[in-house]
């Protein structure tokens, strides 16, 4: 690699964390409407259930957990505004982590990778999703966008708790 | 005194209620496992999920491992998947195809029919060891399906699965007709867990009562996303299936991919919808083909199965290991021959109400879980009221609380014929 190339990977693998990092802060403060801010116009949203292959499955094909276009992405941020929201109003406690952060830009589309941990903590409970997510991130006016946010759970089912009622 | 477990029942002054200690009592919880999920016929599988010979599948039922196969000759077999030498679990995959099971630990190999094929170090037993019938593989002890639909019972003796089924075997072929090629389990499996009484997932599954209050974010989402049919209000009734089986029938505003077109599926969609529709009127008459297409249905097959056939078709078991926790397991039922653009559809349907990431599935949980706390009370706050619709003329509205009855009787029904 020469050292500009190597410049190059660094400042995207910079750009790339602290773009996840911003997101993940959105979530935990349940800033939603910023947070569907960082999508695409055209954009997708999806959680592979965890008895498939979730990195290769494809959501018209199998039975995803969940399979938002940017329409539904959207209303998933409208619902949870609401109180009739009922499983997370009032709102859980959550925390991302998020690591091993991976990024290589593909032409227009960079493809990142990284882990997470979610915590989600309510009335005396408190539940972890453990997973990778895979992004494709487009550039749109010079900042980062979301075309696609997949969370690959790396669980053996979703137990002991029920419900993806936060955003990963 | 302890506070008694039977339903108050007065037909007459419509009262129905039933004790909150069924729902957290240790003591109750045992009893069902003996006299419900030790006898009841419980599903185990879709022949779709066994699509060739030698196709298998493993999962829990009734907190049994087994191992559904199919042989060579097309023989379906319900297969208790645990080693007859010392114990262990033998085949260890979800699914896949083979036409025999090596147990890991002292690898004794069973053909997919269960009969024990090699002991390894033979020498150490008779010659005629391995035909021992003691040495098989155990099959449940009654297996039986109706259309592709396969249920197992571990009791030896009882009526037979069509006559259990009673009138939801009607429902069930509502579902199978669907298709003219079968029905088919598409890929991928919700499998989650709600900290509740199982009751209250078997009484919310088939319980119309709640969607405005528990589910009008969902509601108010089908209005924005044109996924309704604007004109259609939620409006049916209530069935008696018998044997602890019911159902609602109704309209909802909804689409359905089988086959009410709403405006988000586009003029081209409503062309293969109104194709769907032909062919069920051809295949099945007008009235029989209008029912499926347009009236959506929740049926609760006692103890613990759902089929939903709403805006997408849920298979949904649920088992309690606890009297506080239960296992759900669901999948999505749709026509085999079902268009690719139609099966997105149908997919993205399902996830938009159904399920841990959907827009209903986590608040009918919320309500679950909470009713659940709520019934620490239970000796303080003794009874639930079932009652809606009971003194209402002219058959059960589909917000009625007819299901829940039906399942509470048949419930009190065995659990009084099991004795303490
Ligand atoms: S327990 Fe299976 S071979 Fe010994
Ligand atoms: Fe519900």
Redesign the interface.
């Known amino acids: 690699m020469t050292r500009e190339a190597e410049i190059d990977a660094m400042l995207l693998q910079h750009r790339v964390q602290s773009f996840l990092f911003h997101e993940a802060d959105l979530l935990d403060r349940w800033q939603l409407n910023e947070w569907e801010a960082l999508f695409a116009d055209e954009a997708s949203y999806l959680v592979p259930p965890t008895d498939v292959d979730g990195d290769f499955a494809d959501p018209s094909k199998s039975l995803f957990y969940i399979f938002d276009d940017r329409t539904r992405i959207h209303e998933r941020v409208v619902r949870l505004e609401k109180k009739g929201a009922h499983s997370e109003f009032p709102r859980s406690k959550t925390r991302h982590l998020v690591s091993n952060v991976r990024a290589s830009a593909d032409g227009d589309t960079i493809e990142a990778t990284a882990s997470f941990a979610v915590w989600r903590s309510k009335d005396g409970n408190t539940d972890i999703f453990v997973g990778h997510y895979a992004y494709k991130l487009v550039e749109i006016d010079g900042a980062l966008r979301i075309a696609e946010k997949k969370c690959v759970l790396d669980m053996d089912a979703l137990r002991p708790h029920a419900r993806i009622s936060i955003l990963l | 005194m302890e506070q008694s477990l039977r339903p108050v029942v007065d037909e007459t002054r419509g009262i129905y209620r039933v004790p909150r200690r069924a729902f957290v009592d240790p003591g109750v919880f045992e009893r069902e496992c003996r006299a419900i999920f030790d006898k009841c016929w419980l599903y185990l599988g879709h022949a779709s999920e066994l699509p060739n010979p030698g196709d298998y599948v493993t999962r829990k039922v009734a907190g049994r491992p087994m191992l559904f196969t199919r042989d060579k000759d097309d023989q379906y077999h319900a297969l208790i998947n645990v080693c007859p030498h010392r114990g262990a679990v033998v085949c260890r995959e979800?699914k896949g195809s083979s036409p025999a099971f090596q147990c890991m630990y002292h690898g004794w190999v069973f053909a997919n029919t269960g009969r024990l094929m090699v002991v390894p170090g033979h020498a150490g037993y008779p010659a005629d060891y391995k035909d021992d019938p003691g040495k098989q593989l155990s099959h449940a002890p009654r297996f039986d399906r109706f259309g592709d639909f396969f249920f197992v019972s571990f009791a030896a003796d009882g009526e037979d699965l069509a006559t259990y089924l009673a009138g939801a075997g009607d429902y069930l072929k509502l579902v199978s007709e669907q298709s003219s090629k079968g029905m088919t389990i598409?890929?991928?499996?919700?499998?989650?867990?709600?900290?509740g009484n199982w009751k209250l997932l078997a009484e919310n599954s088939v319980d119309g009562y709640h969607a405005a209050s528990?589910h009008?974010?969902?509601l108010?989402?089908l209005k924005?996303?044109n996924g309704s049919t604007h004109d259609t209000r939620l409006a049916g009734f209530g069935h008696d299936l018998g044997n602890g089986h019911a159902v609602i029938e109704y309209f909802a505003p909804w689409g359905r991919p089988i086959a009410n077109w709403i405006p988000l599926w586009g003029e081209e969609g409503k062309r293969e919808i109104e194709a769907i529709q032909q062919d069920l009127t051809a295949r099945l008459g007008q009235e029989r083909a209008e029912r499926i297409a347009k009236q959506s249905r929740n049926m609760i097959i006692f103890p613990n199965l759902v089929i939903n056939d709403v805006m997408a078709i849920t298979v949904r078991t649920f088992w309690p290991t606890a009297p506080d926790?239960m296992?759900?397991n669901a999948?999505?039922l749709a026509p085999a021959e079902e268009s690719?653009w139609l099966?997105?559809f149908r997919?993205?349907n399902?996830?938009?109400f159904l399920?841990?990431?959907g827009?209903a599935?986590?608040?009918d949980?919320?309500?679950i879980?909470k009713c659940q706390?709520g019934y620490q009370a239970a000796r303080e706050a003794q009874y639930n009221d079932i009652s809606r619709g009971m003194l209402r003329e002219g058959g059960s509205a589909y917000d009625d609380e007819l299901q829940m009855r039906c399942f509470w009787n048949e419930w009190d029904r065995r659990i009084q014929e099991h004795g303490a």
Do not use: H
Not at chain 2, 186 to 195: A, L, M, P
């Open positions: 979800r598409v890929g991928g499996t919700q499998e989650y867990s709600i900290r528990t009008s974010t969902y108010e989402y924005n996303a926790y296992e759900v999948w999505a690719e099966r997105k997919l993205f399902f996830t938009e399920g841990p990431g827009f599935t986590p608040d949980v919320e309500a879980e706390t």
